[in-house]
């Protein structure tokens, strides 16, 4: 096969997904990169440890899920501590089910300030997975897969821009950024810290452990007794919307126990950790945080 004259630049990508969306759009763009003859790696952010070495990489790109205007906070704490770009070339994405505001400017603004020359920034619209305030989408609705389709389609287009080198950034302006940092930062504090303590656990729960097994934030303990929850919760809502019983919900959910769960068709989330009884508290630094370069 003629290779054609792009094919010496690498694309990294490390996405952040709770159940699935941005995934399936990580894939989509990677496999785009692919069809223009581009090596692309995907790394789940939880499974980015330490010392990632992004020098074989051209771009690296950045994708997460919009929570409440913004970036999940293990993002944020991603972004701040990777390793000085030195003018590499960066293009960010998000998935939202709604608006995003500047999630995705803010996002660039965090890479420029760490060295990378950002090249694009766009959000995608797809299906709700939060099941708190909303309802999360019937995963297996036809209008949930169009939905789908028509995010995926937007792939092509995306990765032209961001080889053409002349991408945009979406609503790059103070006060679309400025919302974003604010309300991330609130949620963060009020939903992060407190809301998340109160996830309850119905009956029905049969210690699988799977909700443990799925949580990237190590939040989940002793689930082969009793689930338990520590005070660092993204809201990511992996563990409501994996739970094989639907046994975890929330005091605040609109829509009461909703028999509804959802889960983006072909995501497995990674297994992180074994499960654990509760009479072993694990070690609550078992999972390596984010170590980069320069810390
Ligand atoms: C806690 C939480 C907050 C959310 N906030 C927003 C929001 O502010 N705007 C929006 O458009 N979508 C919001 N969403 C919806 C998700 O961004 C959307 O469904 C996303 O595609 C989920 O991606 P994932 O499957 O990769 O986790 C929120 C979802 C959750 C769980
Ligand atoms: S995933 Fe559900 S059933 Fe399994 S341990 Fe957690 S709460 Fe219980
Ligand atoms: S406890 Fe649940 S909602 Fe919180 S980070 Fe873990 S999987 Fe996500």
């Not at 990508?13 to 699935?20: K, R």
């Not at 660039?108 to 300030?113: D, E, G, P, S, V």
């Not at 210690?207 to 993204?234: D, H």
């Amino acid at each position: 096969m003629t290779r054609k004259p792009g094919s010496t630049q690498r694309v990294l990508i490390i996405y952040f997904s709770g159940t699935g969306n941005t995934w399936l759009m990580a894939d989509a763009i990677a496999r785009e990169f692919g069809r223009n003859d581009i090596k692309t790696d995907l790394f789940a952010l939880e499974q980015v440890q330490c010392k990632f070495d992004f020098s074989p990489y051209s771009h690296i790109g950045i994708g997460f899920p919009v929570y409440a205007w913004c970036f999940p906070s293990n993002m944020r704490r991603f972004l701040k501590r990777m390793p000085n770009g030195q003018g590499k070339r960066a293009f960010v994405f998000s998935t939202m089910q709604d608006k995003s505001w500047g999630s995705e400017a803010l996002a660039a603004r965090y890479l420029k300030r760490r060295g990378y020359k950002v090249i694009s920034a766009r959000a995608f619209l797809v299906v709700n997975n939060e099941t708190i305030y909303y309802g999360p989408a019937d995963p297996r609705a036809p209008w949930t897969l169009e939905m789908i389709e028509k995010m995926k389609a937007q792939a092509p287009g995306f990765v032209a821009e961001i080889l053409s080198g002349k991408g945009e950034i979406e609503r790059n302006d103070v006060l679309h950024v400025l919302a974003s940092q604010l309300t991330g930062i609130a949620f963060d504090m009020l939903d992060g810290y407190l809301a998340s303590r109160n996830f309850l656990i119905l009956e029905g729960c049969t210690n699988c452990g799977v909700c443990e097994r799925v949580c990237p934030e190590n939040n989940i303990f002793g689930s082969l007794t009793w689930p338990q929850f520590r005070n660092r919760c993204l809201m990511c809502e992996r563990c409501v919307n994996y739970c094989p019983e639907k046994a975890i919900v929330h005091p605040l959910h609109r829509i009461p126990y909703s028999d509804i769960r959802y889960r983006a068709p072909g995501y497995h989330p990674p297994r992180l950790r074994p499960p654990t009884r509760w009479e072993v508290m694990p070690d609550a630094d078992v999972l390596p945080g984010l170590v980069a370069e320069n810390d």
